[in-house]
Each structure stands twice: as structure tokens, then as C-alpha cells.
């Protein structure tokens, strides 16, 4: 068999010129549109990583802000209930503290009452106890007795001391007006005339009197000059009386006040 080698050597030329038109127009661009593929791949991959990775960052901080909220949640949470609990113990306390403010007012109201009671209980007892015994001696001092309380008056007179009778001639001396003589019955002339006499004795002078009958005045004769006075009178005594059971029944309520 006879080989044709213009034939070969034109075969091998068409191909190799068939491999380099392959080459230059279609595996490089195929080689090229692969590799831009794998880098646009690569390139997708790593930015689907960077998404990814960033994706978790974020995922992270939601949970870490998520975890903080819910401390800080459970945190006010637990605040407002510490401090509805101290509000509503102030509140307990507070109303207690009123209650018992106004049991104790209300205690206190009650024993000053009952001491006002008593005490205006004693003081209507006391009133009535002498105004009966002032009744009771009016409707038995007479006539004949004013006439003896008047000599127990001018003899009164008589035995004052050195500086009662000097005060008492002083004030007859300057008062501007007569002095008053008061008795609960009318005094006979003899009496008046003594105790004019007594008077002008201790001013050494004249005096001027005016007799005045005042039934008030229970079995006794008072003398009243320029604001001094002096006498004596079953009155007085009375009057001494009642100011003594007023102080006892004053004394009696300072304890009950000052016990708890």
C-alpha cells in the first residue's frame, strides 16, 4: 500500500489547524465563560458568606438584645412590685396609724366628756349646796342679829391694827365719794351713829357715809372706801366654801387628765 504523503502531511495541517481554530474560538471562550462562571460562583459564595456571617452577627445581637429586654424586663418587673409592696404597706400603715389616731381622739373625746360632765355635775351640785345654804341662812338671819353683827363690826373697827387703820383713814380721806355701808337689813339709827362714830374716831375727822341695803349680803355689814373694803359677813364664808370645793374638784380632774 503506498502512502500519500502530501495527503498526511495536508491531513495534519488541516488538523492542527483545526485544533488552533478549536482552541482560539471555541474552548477558550468556553475555558473563559467557565473560569468568569467559577469566580461569579466563587464570587456568590463568598458574598452568601459575608450575607451569612452578617446574618449571624445581626441573629446574635437580636439574642443579646433580646436576652438584656427580657433582664430588663424582669428587672422592672420586679421593681414595680418591691414598690407596689412598700407602697401598700405605707398605705396599711398609714391607714393603721389614722385608726389609731382617731380611736385614742375618739377615747379622749369620750374622758373629756365624762370629765366635762362631772365637772359640770360637781359644779351644779356645788352651786345648788349653796345657794341653798345661803337660802336656808337668809331666811334665818333677823333683824335682832344685823343689830349684833353691827356691834361685832364697829368693835371690829375698833381692834384693826396701826397699818389697817392707817390705810383704812387714807382711803376715807382721799376717796372722792361717800363711803358705802352695806348690810342685808336696814340699820337702825343707833348703829349708824356707831359706826359713824368708830370711823371718825380712826380719821381723826368726820366722815361721810352712805348705808345702802343689799340683801345679797347674808348676816353681816361691809364697808367700801376708795376700792378698800372691810367687813364681814356669813356671805364671806360661803363664798371662802365654794372656792375650796372648787379647787378640790379642779384637783380631782388634774390626775384623771394626766392619766393615759
Known amino acids: 500500500m503506498l502512502i500519500d504523503w502530501f495527503t498526511v ?17 471555541l474552548y477558550k471562550p468556553i475555558l473563559d465563560a467557565i473560569d468568569a462562571r467559577e469566580q461569579r460562583i466563587a ?10 456571617a452578617e446574618a449571624l452577627k445581626e441573629r446574635d445581637a437580636f439574642l443579646h438584645k433580646n436576652e438584656a429586654f427580657d433582664q430588663q424586663r424582669a428587672a422592672l418587673l420586679s421593681a414595680a412590685e418591691a414598690e407596689a409592696k412598700t407602697e401598700r404597706q405605707r398605705l396599711l ?17 369620750l374622758k373629756e366628756d365624762a370629765r366635762n360632765l362631772s365637772r359640770v355635775i360637781g359644779e351644779r351640785t356645788q352651786h345648788e349646796v349653796f345657794a341653798i345654804a ?3 341662812l337668809t331666811d334665818l338671819a333677823t333683824t335682832t342679829l344685823e343689830e349684833r353683827m353691827g356691834d361685832v363690826f364697829v368693835r371690829r373697827l375698833r381692834e384693826m391694827d396701826g397699818p389697817a387703820k392707817a390705810g383704812l383713814a387714807e382711803a376715807l380721806k382721799t376717796a372722792a365719794e361717800p363711803a358705802l355701808v352695806r348690810s342685808a337689813f336696814e340699820l337702825p339709827a343707833e348703829q349708824r351713829a356707831a359706826i359713824q362714830k368708830a370711823l371718825d374716831e380712826i380719821c381723826a375727822a368726820e366722815t361721810h357715809l352712805c348705808f345702802e341695803t343689799t340683801p345679797e349680803l347674808v348676816a353681816g355689814i361691809e364697808l367700801a372706801a376708795n376700792g378698800q373694803k372691810v367687813g364681814w359677813s356669813i356671805s364671806n364664808y360661803l363664798a371662802s366654801l365654794q372656792e375650796g370645793v372648787a379647787e378640790l374638784l379642779k384637783e380631782k380632774d388634774k390626775p384623771e387628765a394626766a392619766s393615759p
Not at 43 to 52: G, S
Not at 93 to 100: K, N, P, T
Open 93 to 109: 400603715d398609714a391607714a393603721r396609724q389614722a385608726a389609731d389616731a382617731l380611736s385614742v381622739k375618739r377615747q379622749e373625746a
Open 43 to 52: 464570587a456568590e459564595l463568598a458574598d452568601a458568606d459575608a450575607k451569612k
Open 134 to 136: 345661803r337660802k336656808a
Open 9 to 25: 502531511v495536508a491531513q495534519a495541517i488541516n488538523f492542527i489547524i483545526l485544533v488552533w481554530l478549536l482552541k482560539r474560538f
